[in-house]
Each structure stands twice: as structure tokens, then as C-alpha cells.
């Protein structure tokens, strides 16, 4: 029986290649009015796979692509820091020559999208007309947080791949990250997208959401903003979300019952009616 959490997004495939040599594998599908999916960390673009789908289905050109570190995409010559990750969304948008887009961030790929629109405001003028940011943050995760806090150095260690590697403990991790909706094959993709990232070079960027604090700059977000998080989200708690929504004037909160930091799998539906609300 088919995993619907494990299916790939089909498409056409392109790599989009950075000044620092980065090359970013991207995909594009469908046609219609522009969504660019940007995953969170130790996902790629395939995390996307439901709402991709959905997204199509409703009449919507999407595009997606593996954060640089993640994936199939590499790491240039300047790193991988939250610099120049947010400058691989303004590749990205201007190699797809995409206008009136909805930017669509998931966990770090929301925090990377903020930085981006705060440090690019001539590019989102030109090229996006809402954003959509799930289950994220702008810096300071650690904040309030005793599960990342144990987390990010079990990452940076090098421990949590043998963690999610071992059923028992692998198991317990996924459903750690879970709401209400423990579904055995959402537990079996995840641990197989997990496990097929080499997180040791990707140590700055989780550095970056703990160092780097951009609440202060939300005001300078203009855009149409909707904040989607569950409410048994404990990677990124409420309170994120509830600054977010304060810190972003006219922006959207949405809290979903029952539900957890993969809201992308949890409930696919609602983040493709909520992104649909914008492109539309």
C-alpha cells in the first residue's frame, strides 16, 4: 500500500545556480497564480508533497526546492548561515521570474522567509503578494523551549541520526514532534526524509535560530500575512505565532486543534485553504 507521506512531487526539475556556486534543486508544476514552498529543517522540498498536490489541484503553479545543506541542493563558497539561505529565495523568485507569488514558509523555511523579507523589500514588492508562515519563529527558539534546548545539540552531535535511526527511540522522536495525528506512515516518512540528511553542515543555520532575533523587525513586514501553527506544537509553542501575529500588522492567526509541528502532513487541508485564500 501506497505511503502518501513518501511520495515525491513530480514535475520539472531545475537547479538554480547561486554567485557563491550554490546549486539549489528546485521543481515546478501545475499552472496558474505563483506559490513558492520553502521546507523546514531536516526536510527537502518533497515534505511538500500533499500541499503541492492540493495546490495544483485548486489551479495554482507551484514551486519548491531544497534549502542549500538539504536535499539535492549543495553549499557554496560562503556558507550556509541564515545570510545566505534567505538570499537563495531571492534566486529562486528571480529564476522563475515569478510576480504576485505567496511565499510560503514551514518551520525554519519560515524563519529563513523572514529574514528575507525584511532584508529584501524591493524583491517582495516586486515579486510576492502574501506570505503564508507555519509552525515558525523569528530567532530566538530556544526561548521558553526545554524540548529544543535537549534537541539542537543532539543535532549538532551528530547523536540524533542514530536516535531516529533506532525504531524504538526513532518512533518516540517523530511522535514527539506530532499532535493528536500519530499516523504510523507520517512516523515511517519522516524518519526516512530525516534520515536521509547530512545534518553536520547545517550546524550554523541551527546556530542562527538561536542567536538571531528578528521580532523586532516584523513591523517591517507589509505584505498580507496568515500565521498557521498547532496547538500542540512543541518545537515552535504559541507564543511564536502570537508574536508573530502582533509583530505583522493585519496578519491572520490561526491556531489548529489537535495538531503538531508537521502541520504540512497533519493537516495538509488546511494549510492549502489558507495559502488558496492569498493566491486567490
Known amino acids: 500500500m501506497t505511503n502518501i507521506y513518501a511520495e515525491p512531487i513530480p514535475g520539472q526539475f531545475e537547479t538554480v545556480t547561486t554567485a557563491d556556486g550554490t546549486s539549489i534543486n528546485t521543481v515546478s508544476l501545475g499552472s496558474g497564480s505563483p506559490v513558492v514552498l520553502a521546507h523546514g529543517y531536516a526536510f527537502d522540498m518533497h515534505g511538500w508533497n500533499i500541499v503541492a498536490a492540493g495546490l495544483v489541484e485548486r489551479g495554482h503553479r507551484v514551486i519548491a526546492f531544497d534549502q542549500r545543506g538539504h536535499g539535492k541542493t549543495t553549499i557554496g563558497s560562503k556558507g550556509l548561515d541564515s545570510e545566505q539561505m534567505a538570499s537563495d529565495y531571492v534566486a529562486v523568485l528571480e529564476h522563475y521570474d515569478v510576480h504576485d507569488a505567496v511565499l510560503v514558509g514551514h518551520s525554519m523555511g519560515g524563519f529563513l522567509g523572514i529574514r528575507f523579507l525584511v532584508d529584501y523589500p524591493e524583491v517582495v514588492r516586486d515579486r510576492l503578494k502574501g506570505v503564508v508562515l507555519i509552525s515558525t519563529f523569528a530567532g530566538d527558539v530556544n526561548r521558553g523551549n526545554p524540548q529544543n534546548r535537549l534537541q539542537i545539540p543532539l543535532i549538532q552531535t551528530g547523536v540524533i541520526s542514530k536516535i531516529v535511526g533506532n525504531n524504538k527511540m526513532g518512533t518516540a522522536f517523530a511522535k514527539s514532534l506530532m499532535g493528536d495525528n500519530k499516523d504510523p506512515d507520517m512516523i515511517v516518512a519522516f524518519r526516512a526524509g530525516f534520515g536521509a540528511q547530512n545534518l553536520g553542515p547545517t550546524v550554523p543555520v541551527l546556530k542562527a535560530m538561536v542567536q538571531e532575533n528578528r521580532y523586532d523587525r516584523l513591523g517591517e513586514i507589509t505584505l498580507p500575512c496568515t500565521v498557521l ?49 492569498l493566491a486567490d
Open 229 to 277: 501553527v498547532g496547538d500542540k506544537d512543541k518545537t515552535t509553542p504559541a507564543f511564536h505565532s502570537d508574536d508573530l501575529n502582533k509583530g505583522i500588522a493585519g496578519s491572520k492567526l490561526i491556531r489548529v486543534p489537535g495538531m503538531g509541528h508537521l502541520l504540512i502532513w497533519e493537516d495538509a487541508q488546511v494549510v492549502i485553504d489558507e495559502v488558496c485564500a
